[in-house]
C-alpha cells in the first residue's frame, strides 16, 4: 500500500490514471488503484507530520489487515519541514514486522521524475532486499522482468512468451507485483530489463552485489521482439533456445496477417514520438515493421545513455530533442507535419486540434497492451484507427474550401 | 492463440482467455505469496460489516479516496476563464502537469499552464529567481495579455511571498513594471480546490479594484465557482440573462478555452473575462457567487465596495433555478419573460410525467459543498430521498446548512451529513445503509463494482465519459438534463434486472 505522505494533490491527480493492470480485491488485499493520502494540514506542516504518519500507519494496520507492506511516499514539504520518515518507518516496522519503506521522492528533487526512480530502486535495496527470511531457491529458468509496469497488462503479453519458451517469471518488476516477488528477486538467476531508465540501478545493484546478470530486451513489435527473445535465450541452454525459436514460428503466422492488413493502411506515414523512459526508441523498430517513419522523438526525463542507446534505433535526419517546452514541441510539430504524434495527455488536445491525429504512448490511449506479439497486433490496430477515421477530412467547413 | 488480425482483442476480452487466465493463475499460486482465497473473501465480508465501518469512521489521521483536489487546481481553473491569461504555479514542476492532465482528462481539451520549476536550490535560498525567469519566458513564448500566479505547497512551506517577488521581478525587468500579474497564495495543506478557486479570483478583482471606488451601474456579474460543467452551464446561464434582457458580466468563465474548436487552429486561449471587463465589473449593480462555497473571500472583498451582493448553491433544480431568476429580476428590475416560464412549465410537465419513477428512490450523493446542496434538494424536488450527502471538502458551516435543507422536506428526513468524510468512509456507509443509486464523479466507479449501487455521474471529475459537460446542469434546460440521467439510469437498471428470458422478463416492460 502507497501513502502519498503529504498533502492531498498529489496522490489525487496520479490515482489510477497509470493503468498499471493487476488482479485482486481492491481495499482487502490490493491497493493500486486507491489514493491513501495524509491529507497535511496546516497544523502538520507547522509541528511536523511524524505522529499523523505514526497514526495512520496503525490505522491502515486496523482497517486493511490484509496488506503486506506500506510505503511512504514523501510530498515536498516532508522533506522542507524536516520530518523523520525514515524514523517512523523503523519504529514501526519493529512493532507490526510489517515492511514499510520511506520513498524520500520530494517533487523539487531532482530536474525530474527520474531522480524519483532512483531514489525508488534505492528504497528498495535499503528498506526491502535481505529483510526477510525466505525459503525460495531459484531453478535453472528463473527470471525477474524489471521495468515492466503493466500498462493495459504488458508485463501480463510479455510473461506468456517468456513462459512458452521455457522459462519462469519469478517477479515482475513493479507492475501487478506483489511483496514477495520483490523479495525474492535477487534469487533469481537472470534480470529481464524493458525499462532500462527507471530501474537500471537495481539490475545494477543486484549484479554488483549478488553477481547477478541483467539484458536488456525490447518487446515492442515484432522484429525487436524476435531479437529480444533470442539475446534472452543466449543466456540459457538449448532448450531455452530451441524454445525461443518455437515461439518465434508459432507467432509468425499473426506477425504475418498483421502486417498484411495494416501495412497498407500506414505505409509511409510519419510519426513524431515525446514520452519518456525507454519508449522514444523502444517503439521505433514497432513503428517501422508497420511500414512506418519516425521523423522525431524524444525523451521527457532522459539521460546521456538513453541518446547513446537512441542512434542505434532511429535512421539519419530524424530529429531528436530533450525535454521540450510545449511551445517548442508545437512548432517542432507544426514544422514537420507527422501524420500522427504518439506522447500525453497533454499534448493529446493541442495535437488534434491542428487537425493531426494522436495516440496517448504513456497510457497506450486506454488500450493495450502494447508489448508482445499480442500486443503487436492492438499497437497496429490502434495506429490505424488513428490515423485513419475520418474526422480527420471534415477540419474545414466546406463553405469555407470553396471561398 | 487468442489474438488475429481479422479479430483484434485487446486488454477487456485478451485477458479472459484461457492461455492468460492459466497464465495468471500460475503467477498467482506460485509467485504471489497472496493471502488464502477464503481470508481475503472473510475480510472483504468484514469490510462491509457494522463493525467495520465504526472502525472506519473512527479514522482520524488517514484519508483514503477522497473527493476532493488541492488548491492549486482551482486556481488554474480561475485563471483559465480569463482572456488570453497564462496560469503561472510557483513552485515543483509536477505539480503543474498535475493540473493539466486532471483538466485535460475530465474536459478533453488542451489546458495550458507554467511552472516556476523550483528544485532543490530554490528550496534552500528561496524561489525568486525563478520567479524573475518564469515570467520573462512565459511572457515571451505564450504572449498572454496577463499572468495568473499562484503557489504550490513548496513555495508555501518556504514561504515564498509573491507580491514581494512579483515586485522585485518586475524592478529586474522580468516583465514590464505595468504588466498585469495578478497572484494568489494557494496553500494545497489548507481547504481544497474550491478555496483556491476563491483566493485567485480574489486575487485577480483584487489586482484591479484595489485602491478604486465603485459607481454602481447596471450590469451584474456573475461568478460561476469551480464547475467542471461550465462549458454547458455558463452558455446556459448566458442564455437565459439574455431572454431576460439583463446586462451581465461573467467574472471568470472557462466556457470556450475549456471547448475550442476542431478546425486545424489550436488555440492556447479562447474566450474569457477580459481584463476591462474585470476592470469595469467594479461598477455593477451587483456581484452573484452561484456557489457559495466557492467564493467567500471573493465575495466579502466585493461587499467591500459597496456593492450588493448574493449566493447561491450551484442553481440546479427548480426551486434553486426559480430563485436565481428572481434575484436577478429583483436586483435589475427585469421581469422574467414568459420564455423561461414555459421552460420552467416543461420541466415541470417532464417531472410529473415521471413522478412515478422518481418517487422514494434513495440517493448518496457526493462531491463538492455547492453541488451537493443543490443536488440533494433537485432529488427532493423529484421525490426522490437523500440518504447520504457527503462532501470531503465540505466544513461545519455546509453541514449546518445541509441539515436546515434536509429538514425543510419530508423526503431529507432519513439523510445522514458527512461533512470532512472520504469515498472510504462512504463505502462503509454504503454497504450498511445503502442507497439506490449513487451521485457523484468518476471516481465513484468503485463504490458501483464493491457495492453494486449504480453510479450516476454529474459532477468533476468525469473521467471516464464523454463530453458530458458540454451540456447544461443549470437552469430549467440544465435540470431536465439532470432529470433524464436519473430516468435512463433507473429504467436501465429496471432493464438489467429484468432482461432473463423465462425467469424476470415478465417484467421486462415495453412502455414505462
Not at chain 1, 521524475?113 to 528498495?124: E, M, V
Not at chain 1, 504488458?154 to 520483490?182: F, K, P, Y
Not at chain 2, 468484514?46 to 487546481?73: F, G, H, I
Not at chain 2, 425467469?503 to 416492460?509: C, T
Request: proline content about 5%.
Amino acid at each position: 500500500m502507497h501513502i502519498s505522505h503529504g498533502p492531498v494533490g498529489c496522490g489525487q491527480y496520479s490515482w489510477s490514471q497509470r493503468r498499471n493492470y493487476y488482479i485482486g480485491k481492491t481495499g482487502v488485499d490490493s491497493f493500486v488503484t486507491m489514493q491513501f493520502t495524509s491529507d497535511f494540514q496546516e497544523k502538520d506542516i507547522v509541528f511536523g507530520g511524524d505522529k499523523k504518519l505514526e497514526k495512520i500507519i496503525d490505522e491502515i494496520n486496523v482497517l486493511f489487515p490484509l496488506a503486506n507492506g506500506i510505503t511512504v511516499q514523501s510530498e515536498c514539504p516532508i522533506g522542507l519541514i524536516g520530518d523523520d520518515i525514515e524514523a517512523v518507518s523503523r519504529k514501526k516496522n519493529k512493532e507490526t514486522g510489517k515492511t514499510i519503506v520511506p520513498v524520500r521522492c520530494e517533487g523539487f528533487r531532482g530536474v525530474s521524475q527520474s531522480l524519483g526512480h532512483h531514489i525508488a530502486n534505492d528504497s528498495i535495496r535499503d528498506w526491502v532486499f535481505e529483510k526477510k527470511q525466505s525459503d525460495y531457491e531459484a531453478g535453472p529458468y528463473d527470471v525477474n522482468v524489471i521495468g515492466d509496469y503493466n500498462i493495459g497488462g504488458d508485463a501480463w503479453s510479455s510473461r506468456i512468451l517468456l513462459e512458452e519458451m521455457g522459462l519462469n517469471v519469478v517477479g515482475n518488476w513493479s507492475g501487478d507485483a506483489t511483496l514477495a516477488e520483490i523479495e525474492r528477486a535477487p534469487k533469481a538467476k537472470l534480470n529481464l530489463i524493458h525499462c532500462y531508465r527507471s530501474m537500471n540501478y537495481i539490475c545494477r545493484h543486484m549484479e554488483e552485489k549478488y553477481g547477478m546478470p541483467w539484458e536488456e530486451y525490447n518487446f515492442f513489435g515484432p522484429t525487436q521482439i524476435a531479437a529480444a527473445l533470442r539475446k534472452i535465450a543466449a543466456h540459457f541452454d538449448d532448450k531455452i533456445k530451441e524454445g525461443a525459436e518455437r515461439v518465434i514460428a508459432k507467432y509468425q503466422p499473426l506477425v504475418d496477417e498483421i502486417i498484411a492488413k495494416y501495412k497498407p493502411r500506414l505505409e509511409g506515414k510519419t510519426v513524431m514520438l515525446y514520452v519518456g523512459g525507454l519508449r522514444p526508441r523502444h517503439v521505433v523498430n514497432a513503428y517501422e515493421d508497420l511500414g512506418m517513419i519516425i521523423t522525431g522523438t524524444g525523451y521527457e526525463f532522459g539521460h546521456g545513455d538513453d541518446y547513446q542507446r537512441t542512434g542505434h534505433y532511429v535512421k539519419g535526419g530524424t530529429l531528436i530533442y530533450d525535454d521540450v517546452t510545449g511551445y517548442e514541441l508545437e512548432k517542432f510539430i507544426e514544422k514537420k507535419r507527422p501524420d500522427l504524434v504518439g506522447s500525453g495527455i497533454k499534448e493529446k488536445y493541442p495535437v488534434q486540434k491542428m487537425g493531426i491525429p494522436f495516440r496517448q504512448m504513456h497510457s497506450w490511449d486506454y488500450s493495450g497492451p502494447y508489448h508482445g506479439y499480442d500486443g503487436f497486433a492492438i499497437f497496429a490496430r490502434d495506429m490505424d484507427l488513428a490515423i485513419n477515421n475520418p474526422v480527420w477530412d471534415m477540419f474545414d467547413a466546406p463553405w469555407k474550401k470553396a471561398a | 492463440m487468442p489474438q488475429s488480425a481479422e479479430k483484434v482483442l485487446d486488454h477487456r476480452p485478451l485477458f479472459r482467455q484461457p492461455e492468460y487466465q492459466e497464465m495468471l493463475k500460475n503467477k498467482k499460486e506460485k509467485y504471489e505469496g497472496g493471502h488464502p482465497d477464503a481470508k481475503v473473501q472473510e475480510i472483504a465480508d468484514w469490510t462491509k460489516s457494522w463493525d467495520y465501518r465504526e472502525k472506519n469512521l473512527a479514522r482520524e489521521s488517514l484519508c483514503v479516496n477522497p473527493a476532493k483536489a488541492c488548491q492549486p487546481l482551482g486556481a488554474v481553473f480561475a485563471a483559465a476563464g480569463f482572456e488570453r491569461t497564462m496560469s503561472f504555479v510557483h513552485g515543483s514542476q509536477g505539480c503543474v502537469a498535475y493540473y493539466r492532465s486532471h483538466l485535460s482528462r475530465h474536459f478533453k481539451e488542451p489546458c495550458s499552464a507554467v511552472s516556476s520549476s523550483m528544485t532543490e536550490d530554490a528550496a534552500v535560498f528561496g524561489g525568486l529567481n525563478n520567479m524573475i525567469d518564469g515570467l520573462a519566458n512565459t511572457k515571451a513564448l505564450y504572449d498572454p495579455a496577463m499572468i495568473a500566479v499562484s503557489t504550490t505547497c513548496m513555495a508555501e512551506v518556504i514561504g515564498d511571498d509573491l507580491h514581494s517577488f512579483i515586485e522585485q521581478a518586475k524592478g529586474k525587468g522580468s516583465v514590464p513594471q505595468d504588466y498585469d500579474v495578478p497572484f494568489a497564495h494557494t496553500p494545497a495543506f489548507v481547504g481544497s480546490h474550491v478555496n483556491g478557486y476563491d483566493n485567485m479570483m480574489k486575487g485577480i478583482i483584487e489586482h484591479f479594484w484595489k485602491g478604486k471606488t465603485a459607481t454602481p451601474g447596471t450590469k451584474l456579474n456573475i461568478i460561476p465557482g469551480f464547475d467542471g460543467y461550465c462549458v454547458g452551464n455558463n452558455r446556459e446561464l448566458k442564455r437565459i440573462l439574455d431572454l431576460m434582457g439583463v446586462e451581465y458580466t461573467f467574472l471568470q468563465d472557462a466556457s470556450d478555452n475549456f471547448d475550442t474548436p476542431s478546425d486545424g487552429e489550436y488555440r492556447m486561449y479562447d474566450g474569457g473575462t477580459s481584463i476591462d471587463e474585470v476592470k469595469s465589473a467594479l461598477d455593477a449593480k451587483a456581484s452573484l457567487s452561484l456557489q457559495h462555497y466557492c467564493t467567500p473571500k471573493t465575495m466579502e472583498y466585493i461587499e467591500g465596495f459597496g456593492q450588493t451582493t448574493a449566493s447561491f448553491h450551484y442553481p440546479m433544480g427548480v426551486r434553486a433555478t426559480d430563485e436565481l431568476l428572481m434575484k436577478v429580476s429583483e436586483l435589475t428590475g427585469k421581469e422574467v419573460p414568459e420564455a423561461l416560464r414555459m421552460e420552467r412549465g416543461r420541466l415541470i410537465d417532464a417531472m410529473a410525467d415521471s413522478q412515478s419513477w422518481l418517487h422514494g428512490q434513495k440517493y448518496a450523493i457526493y462531491g463538492d459543498p455547492d453541488f451537493v446542496y443543490a443536488m440533494a434538494r433537485f432529488v427532493m424536488e423529484t421525490g426522490g430521498e437523500p440518504i447520504h450527502c457527503l462532501a470531503t471538502n465540505g466544513t461545519k458551516d455546509w453541514e449546518a446548512q445541509m441539515k436546515t435543507l434536509l429538514a425543510s422536506s419530508p423526503f431529507g428526513k432519513g439523510c445522514q451529513v458527512w461533512a470532512g468524510k472520504d469515498l472510504w468512509h462512504l463505502r462503509s456507509l454504503l454497504a450498511t445503509e445503502p442507497a439506490d443509486f449513487i451521485i457523484g464523479n468518476s471516481y465513484g466507479k468503485y463504490l458501483e463494482r464493491d457495492l453494486k449501487i449504480p453510479l450516476i455521474r454529474l459532477t468533476f471529475p468525469v473521467f471516464d465519459r464523454h463530453h458530458h459537460h458540454r451540456f447544461p446542469t443549470m437552469g430549467y434546460q440544465g435540470a431536465l438534463r439532470v432529470l433524464v440521467m436519473l430516468l435512463d439510469k433507473i429504467m436501465d437498471v429496471m432493464d438489467d434486472d429484468t432482461n432473463e428470458p423465462g425467469v424476470s422478463d415478465y417484467s421486462f416492460d415495453l412502455t414505462r
